[in-house]
Protein backbone atom coordinates (compact mmCIF):
# COMPACT_ATOMS: atom_id res chain seq x y z
CA UNK A 1 0.00 0.00 0.00
CA UNK A 2 1.42 3.32 -1.26
CA UNK A 3 1.38 6.20 1.57
CA UNK A 4 2.57 9.96 1.51
CA UNK A 5 2.82 11.81 4.45
CA UNK A 6 3.31 15.40 4.55
CA UNK A 7 4.34 17.15 7.57
CA UNK A 8 5.70 20.72 8.66
CA UNK A 9 2.78 22.83 7.82
CA UNK A 10 1.91 25.72 9.87
CA UNK A 11 0.98 29.49 10.80
CA UNK A 12 3.81 31.66 9.41
CA UNK A 13 4.38 35.48 9.64
CA UNK A 14 4.79 37.10 5.96
CA UNK A 15 8.81 36.93 5.55
CA UNK A 16 9.09 33.92 7.39
CA UNK A 17 9.72 29.78 6.64
CA UNK A 18 8.39 26.76 6.89
CA UNK A 19 9.72 22.93 5.48
CA UNK A 20 7.28 20.57 4.68
CA UNK A 21 8.28 16.98 4.58
CA UNK A 22 6.63 14.17 2.62
CA UNK A 23 7.65 10.56 3.42
CA UNK A 24 6.66 7.95 0.88
CA UNK A 25 6.31 4.79 1.92
CA UNK A 26 5.16 1.32 -0.79
CA UNK A 27 7.16 2.51 -3.59
CA UNK A 28 10.68 2.00 -4.61
CA UNK A 29 10.96 6.02 -3.52
CA UNK A 30 14.37 6.64 -5.36
CA UNK A 31 12.69 5.76 -8.75
CA UNK A 32 9.55 8.39 -8.20
CA UNK A 33 9.15 11.81 -10.10
CA UNK A 34 8.38 13.97 -6.71
CA UNK A 35 6.50 16.97 -6.78
CA UNK A 36 4.44 19.31 -4.67
CA UNK A 37 0.94 20.74 -5.10
CA UNK A 38 -0.82 23.33 -3.61
CA UNK A 39 -4.58 24.29 -3.56
CA UNK A 40 -6.84 27.13 -2.14
CA UNK A 41 -10.36 26.94 -1.72
CA UNK A 42 -12.28 27.22 -5.07
CA UNK A 43 -9.05 26.73 -7.13
CA UNK A 44 -7.65 23.95 -8.92
CA UNK A 45 -4.87 22.03 -7.42
CA UNK A 46 -1.47 24.28 -8.26
CA UNK A 47 1.95 22.93 -9.75
CA UNK A 48 4.72 24.26 -7.22
CA UNK A 49 8.04 21.91 -7.76
CA UNK A 50 9.09 18.78 -8.61
CA UNK A 51 12.36 16.57 -8.45
CA UNK A 52 12.80 13.70 -11.00
CA UNK A 53 14.85 10.36 -9.81
CA UNK A 54 17.54 12.03 -11.52
CA UNK A 55 17.35 14.89 -9.65
CA UNK A 56 15.86 17.01 -12.59
CA UNK A 57 14.00 19.80 -10.81
CA UNK A 58 11.31 22.35 -11.96
CA UNK A 59 9.62 24.97 -10.12
CA UNK A 60 6.77 27.33 -10.98
CA UNK A 61 7.66 30.70 -11.67
CA UNK A 62 5.38 31.85 -8.63
CA UNK A 63 7.77 30.70 -6.27
CA UNK A 64 11.11 30.57 -7.77
CA UNK A 65 13.90 32.02 -5.93
CA UNK A 66 11.93 31.43 -2.30
CA UNK A 67 11.19 27.66 -2.69
CA UNK A 68 13.57 24.76 -2.52
CA UNK A 69 12.88 21.24 -3.48
CA UNK A 70 15.24 18.43 -2.50
CA UNK A 71 15.19 14.92 -1.24
CA UNK A 72 16.67 12.21 0.73
CA UNK A 73 16.33 8.64 -1.25
CA UNK A 74 17.73 7.11 2.33
CA UNK A 75 14.99 8.53 3.98
CA UNK A 76 12.32 7.79 1.21
CA UNK A 77 11.16 11.73 2.02
CA UNK A 78 10.97 14.65 -0.32
CA UNK A 79 11.13 18.23 0.67
CA UNK A 80 10.19 21.77 0.29
CA UNK A 81 12.16 24.57 1.61
CA UNK A 82 10.12 27.50 1.64
CA UNK A 83 11.50 31.01 2.66
CA UNK A 84 10.47 34.31 2.32
CA UNK A 85 6.43 33.32 2.51
CA UNK A 86 3.57 35.96 0.94
CA UNK A 87 0.71 35.84 2.13
CA UNK A 88 -0.29 34.65 -1.60
CA UNK A 89 1.27 31.13 -0.57
CA UNK A 90 -1.37 30.11 1.55
CA UNK A 91 -2.84 27.09 0.61
CA UNK A 92 -2.94 23.32 1.13
CA UNK A 93 0.02 21.59 -0.25
CA UNK A 94 -0.02 18.16 -1.43
CA UNK A 95 2.66 15.20 -2.15
CA UNK A 96 2.68 13.52 -5.47
CA UNK A 97 4.81 10.53 -6.64
CA UNK A 98 4.84 9.62 -9.30
CA UNK A 99 3.64 10.40 -13.45
CA UNK A 100 1.82 7.15 -14.22
CA UNK A 101 0.46 6.01 -11.68
CA UNK A 102 0.29 9.48 -9.21
CA UNK A 103 -0.24 8.73 -5.59
CA UNK A 104 -1.11 11.95 -3.56
CA UNK A 105 -0.31 12.40 0.08
CA UNK A 106 -3.37 13.75 2.19
CA UNK A 107 -1.96 17.22 2.33
CA UNK A 108 -0.72 19.94 4.95
CA UNK A 109 -2.23 23.51 5.55
CA UNK A 110 0.46 26.38 5.21
CA UNK A 111 -1.13 29.87 6.33
CA UNK A 112 1.04 32.55 5.72
CA UNK A 113 -0.83 35.77 7.94
CA UNK A 114 0.40 38.13 10.48
Known amino acids: QVQLVESGGGLVQPGGSLRLSCAAS????????MAWYRQTPGSQREFVAAISDRFTINYADSIRGRFTVFRDNAKNTVYLQMNNLKPEDTAVYYC????????WGQGTQVTVSS
Open 26 to 33: GILFRRYY
Open 96 to 103: KAGIDPTY
